[in-house]
Nanobody, 124 residues
Framework: QVQLVESGGGLVQAGGSLRLACAASGRTFSRYAMAWFRQAPGKERDFVAR????????YYASSVKGRFTISRDNAKNTVYLQMNTLKPEDTAVYYCAADRTILVTTTAGEYDYWGQGTQVTVSS
C-alpha cells in the first residue's frame, strides 16, 4: 500500500512557474514508476509525465514537453513536477500516481495508487 500526497499547487500568471511535489508513504517508493496526470473540469484525466524507478528515464505528453520536468528523490520518497512557461490551458487538478510495473503506460486506469490532487490555475 502506498499513500500519495501532492502539494505545491496554486494560482499563477501565464508565463510563470510552479513546482509540484508528491510525497509517498512507506519504504517501497523506489519500486514504483511515478507519473503526473491532470484533469480539467468536464474533461478526462490526461497523462502529463512519467519517470521510471531509478529516475533515469522520463516521458512527457507532447503538450508539456520542453516546459515541464519530472524528477524524483528516492531518499525523500518524493516525486516532483517543475512547470515552467505555464499557459491557461495548463489549468487543472494535478494528480500523482504510482505504477508497480515497468512497462511504460500513459493510461490512468493502469496505475495502482493515486493522490488526492492539487489545483493549478493559470490566469491569462
Amino acid at each position: 500500500q502506498v499513500q500519495l500526497v501532492e502539494s505545491g499547487g496554486g494560482l499563477v500568471q501565464a508565463g510563470g512557474s510552479l513546482r509540484l511535489a508528491c510525497a509517498a508513504s512507506g519504504r517501497t517508493f523506489s519500486r514504483y514508476a511515478m507519473a503526473w496526470f491532470r484533469q480539467a473540469p468536464g474533461k478526462e484525466r490526461d497523462f502529463v509525465a512519467r519517470i521510471n524507478r531509478s529516475g533515469g528515464n522520463t516521458y512527457y505528453a507532447s503538450s508539456v514537453k520542453g516546459r515541464f520536468t519530472i524528477s524524483r528523490d528516492n531518499a525523500k520518497n518524493t516525486v516532483y513536477l517543475q512547470m515552467n512557461t505555464l499557459k491557461p490551458e495548463d489549468t487543472a487538478v494535478y494528480y500523482c500516481a504510482a505504477d508497480r510495473t515497468i512497462l511504460v503506460t500513459t493510461t490512468a486506469g493502469e496505475y495502482d495508487y493515486w493522490g488526492q490532487g492539487t489545483q493549478v490555475t493559470v490566469s491569462s
